[in-house]
């Protein structure tokens, strides 16, 4: 990944610089479908918050090892990825964090879809 530094572990309620582990690096070595390249190295997915929006994101796949790993997507990049090694830390990770996410990738899609039924375009600059 490009830009500034995006790849974290989180153990015992912190976020801490890292890098990917290696199932990851080695499935995403290639270009291509993330979900194909990750479920064919053997991570199972877990759950994608807002997946289907084209806006904001969270992709969540439990490594072969028992590992997760959370992806967190703009409408145009990823732009965290996050990688826990034991369920005490993903459940913490998940009630403080990917809680709070998703409630705001939820609101934002329930506004995009309210402004379509409403006629108005989302981009658009009131007069």
Not at 13 to 37: Q, S, T, V, Y
Not at 42 to 71: H, K, L
Not at 85 to 111: C, G, P, W
């Amino acid at each position: 990944m490009t830009g500034l530094h995006s790849d974290y572990r989180f153990s015992e309620g912190r976020w801490i610089k890292a890098e990917a582990p290696d199932w990851f690096a080695k499935a995403l070595a290639k270009d291509g479908d993330w979900h194909a390249l990750l479920t064919r190295a053997g991570a199972t997915a877990v759950d994608n918050i807002g997946g289907d929006s084209g806006g904001d994101s969270i992709e969540i796949y439990e490594g072969p090892a028992g590992d997760y790993a959370i992806i967190f997507r703009d409408w145009s990049k990823c732009i965290a990825r996050v990688f826990i090694d034991n369920i005490a830390d993903y459940l913490t990770f998940r009630s403080k964090v990917i809680a709070s996410q998703a409630v705001l990738i939820m609101e934002a899609e329930r506004h995009f879809h309210w402004q379509k039924e409403k006629g108005r375009g989302v981009f658009k600059v009131a007069s």
